[in-house]
């Protein structure tokens, strides 16, 4: 079985930059998480989403956004790209399960 | 507003000897806790669970302890080998009100096992 996967693995952007990271979740998982991972912090919820619906949300600014396909593969976007944004972002999927994590995009912002 | 804490960044234990990681939580609605084990240029993978009815879960080598009156859980690891080498990442969640798998992560302990 395939696990999550993320791409791309490493993404370098200028401030006030766009970025966008894509997620594909476990087959038959339904729900995708993105969190961040700032350096020396623990992850931070950011975003679920359900059967193409944003389910909930973290403290997070409007300008991470996101949203997820009809096959349940997922995207998030990140506008107007500030240098505290770069980061670690996971990816995770379920289906009344624990949460399977992906290996993540570092994502730099210069 | 830390809701997750563990306290300790990190650990060195002799492999053979149990290792064992902390983490203290504030929110008393949290119902299901986890423990996940980071390597790196890895995501986190899931390690075991316990939900709040319970007390003590255990898998194999690894026992999670769950003290509710003290808002408190634990990761034993007995006997330590080196390859248990990683971050733990404690994590919390509040099943009810369609909160879904949205999990509430501590800032992970890094434990070092020495041969």
């Known amino acids: 079985e395939a696990g999550v996967t993320q791409s791309p693995t490493h993404l370098i952007k200028t401030r006030g930059q766009q970025a966008t990271l894509r997620c594909s979740p476990i087959?038959?998982?339904?729900?995708v998480y993105w969190y961040q991972q700032a350096l020396g912090l623990g992850l931070q919820f950011l975003l679920w989403?359900?059967?193409?619906?944003?389910?909930n949300r973290g403290n997070f600014p409007p300008r991470f956004s996101g949203r997820q396909f009809p096959n349940y593969s997922s995207e998030l976007n990140v506008n107007a790209l500030e240098l505290e944004d770069s980061a670690l972002y996971l990816c995770?999927?379920?289906?009344?399960?624990?949460?399977?994590f992906g290996n993540g995009t570092r994502l730099t912002v210069t | 507003d830390q809701q997750v804490k563990q306290n300790s960044p990190s650990l060195s234990v002799q492999e053979g000897r149990i290792s064992i990681l902390n983490c203290d939580y504030t929110?008393?609605?949290?119902?299901?806790f986890l423990w996940y084990k980071k390597y790196p240029a890895e995501g986190p993978t899931f390690l075991i669970s316990?939900?709040?009815?319970?007390d003590k879960n255990e898998d194999g080598r690894f026992t999670v302890f769950l003290n509710k009156s003290a808002k408190h859980l634990s990761l034993h690891i007995v006997p330590s080998q080196p390859g248990d080498s990683a971050v733990y990442f404690c994590?919390?969640?509040?099943?009810?009100?369609?909160?879904?798998?949205?999990?509430?992560f501590g800032q992970g302990t890094e434990l070092s096992v020495k041969p």
């Open positions: 929110n008393s609605m949290f119902d299901y």
């Open positions: 087959s038959g998982h339904t729900s």
């Open positions: 989403y359900d059967e193409g619906e944003e389910r």
């Open positions: 316990i939900s709040s009815i319970k």
């Open positions: 994590a919390a969640s509040q099943m009810i009100y369609n909160q879904g798998g949205k999990l509430i």
């Open positions: 995770a999927s379920s289906w009344n399960s624990p949460l399977h």
